[in-house]
């Protein structure tokens, strides 16, 4: 627009043109909410979530009684359900779990997808741990419910990881959900379709992890492993009728490290293979 003036430079009009900019401006508005919401579910995504994350720990710095919770969730069996009937019921069951935890969770938390089937809820201002719990098992009794998808019934169930965080909690958003990870696979491991709390032997016990899968994935069996034959006797004649081979890893710089330590990663990464094949020649 400009004005237009008389003989004296009086602004007597404006004369200009309108463009009506509302498509862009929607346009706009849907690239700004896809870029902090998961294009599935609608939910917060990893990137809004960990947002939230620095706000409440800024918070946690500001007020002194001030505590959070994350609460880490992954769906039990939830890849069986894809590769039966179709990554379509996959995604609807994603959408009917997210409208559940968002159900479940009062306006002041955060829902966020964090990718695939795992989900955070971000619990604000949840005064003493006591509280949590609770809240854990009001969620997996919620979402262990049937779901209705497709004319199917299907059923599902979550194991949860739980990190607490106050003003005295020097971790930061990635730290905090690592640790709610590793608890959610405590959780996994205890049975499944419960929830667990974090505390730091979870954190030994994954750190510990990451070492031995590393050390396996090094080809250390010619060096370091050994076999152990225990005899098998018959009772009733005392005669040796077999042996068990008991693997054992004889580390250069740990020793001895016990099957507890290895055999469930070996399995996990693949590399039980490997060392089956070792064994049997």
């Given at each position: 627009?400009?004005?237009?003036?008389?003989?004296?430079?009086?602004?007597?009009?404006?004369?200009?043109?309108?463009?009506?900019?509302?498509?862009?401006?929607s346009a706009q508005q849907k690239l700004l909410h896809l870029a902090d919401h998961d294009h599935l579910t609608g939910l917060a995504n990893r990137k809004r979530l960990i947002e939230q994350i620095?706000?409440?720990?800024?918070?946690?710095?500001?007020?002194?009684?001030?505590?959070?919770?994350?609460?880490?969730?992954?769906?039990?069996?939830?890849?069986?359900?894809?590769?039966?009937?179709?990554?379509?019921?996959?995604?609807?069951?994603?959408?009917?779990?997210?409208?559940?935890?968002?159900?479940?969770?009062?306006?002041?938390?955060?829902?966020?997808?964090?990718?695939?089937?795992?989900?955070?809820?971000?619990?604000?201002?949840?005064?003493?741990?006591?509280?949590?719990?609770?809240?854990?098992?009001?969620?997996?009794a919620t979402l262990s419910q049937p779901y209705r998808l497709e004319g199917q019934e299907i059923y599902s169930s979550a194991s949860i990881g739980v990190v607490l965080c106050d003003g005295e909690?020097?971790?930061?958003?990635?730290?905090?959900?690592?640790?709610?990870?590793?608890?959610?696979?405590?959780?996994?491991?205890?049975?499944?379709?419960?929830?667990?709390?974090?505390?730091?032997?979870?954190?030994?016990?994954?750190?510990?992890?990451?070492?031995?899968?590393?050390?396996?994935?090094?080809?250390?069996?010619?060096?370091?492993?050994?076999?152990?034959?225990?005899?098998?006797?018959?009772?009733?004649?005392?005669?040796?009728?077999?042996?068990?081979?008991?693997?054992?890893?004889?580390?250069?710089?740990?020793?001895?490290?016990?099957?507890?330590?290895?055999?469930?990663?070996?399995?996990?990464?693949?590399?039980?293979?490997?060392?089956?094949?070792?064994?049997?020649?």
């Open positions: 627009a400009r004005a237009l003036r008389d003989e004296t430079g009086l602004a007597i009009r404006l004369a200009g043109c309108v463009t009506d900019i509302s498509e862009l401006k620095g706000f409440c720990k800024a918070r946690c710095r500001r007020e002194h009684d001030y505590r959070f919770a994350l609460l880490f969730l992954d769906f039990d069996r939830f890849k069986v359900v894809n590769d039966a009937l179709g990554h379509s019921v996959g995604d609807a069951l994603l959408v009917a779990i997210a409208a559940r935890l968002e159900y479940s969770s009062r306006e002041t938390d955060l829902v966020a997808r964090f990718g695939g089937d795992e989900f955070v809820l971000l619990l604000s201002d949840v005064g003493t741990a006591d509280n949590v719990p609770a809240v854990c098992e009001r969620v997996l909690d020097p971790r930061d958003a990635e730290a905090l959900l690592r640790d709610a990870d590793a608890a959610m696979y405590v959780a996994k491991s205890a049975g499944r379709a419960t929830y667990r709390i974090f505390d730091e032997a979870m954190h030994r016990k994954a750190l510990d992890a990451v070492f031995i899968e590393q050390a396996l994935r090094a080809d250390p069996f010619e060096r370091e492993f050994e076999l152990y034959y225990q005899p098998i006797v018959e009772i009733d004649t005392g005669g040796i009728v077999g042996f068990e081979a008991l693997v054992r890893w004889n580390h250069p710089e740990l020793g001895f490290i016990a099957p507890d330590r290895f055999i469930q990663v070996a399995e996990e990464t693949g590399q039980i293979v490997r060392l089956g094949r070792w064994v049997l020649e």
